[in-house]
Structure formats: C-alpha cells, structure tokens
C-alpha cells in the first residue's frame, strides 16, 4: 500500500501557479499532506488546492 507523490513542479503545472507558489503553500502549512524530505517538499497525489483567500468570491466561499 504506497502513496503517490508528487513534486511542487508538478503541482504547480496541475494547478496553474508557480512552483514557487507551492513550495510557499508548503512552508506555510496551507496545504495538507505534504511531506518535507531534506530540502524537497513531496504532495500527496489528489490533493486539492488550497484557496486563495485574497479574492472576494473566494472569501464567500469560505464564509458558506
């Protein structure tokens, strides 16, 4: 029973953002199964983008 992981490259790719946007996600604790390996961030496969809270229909969502 293994899990697929992924790199924040290949996150950023999937979702549309820099992978510097990802591994700052990472660092900040805003994205859920993410495992640091010495200098390397690895995602979990499936998971979901964290919102990004500086819109105002994203802050509506997170109200509801």
Known sequence: MGLDWLTPRQVAKLWGITERQVQS?????NIDGVVRVGRSWLIQKGTQKPIDGRTKAARNRVTK
């Open 25 to 29: 996600l990472c660092s900040r604790g």
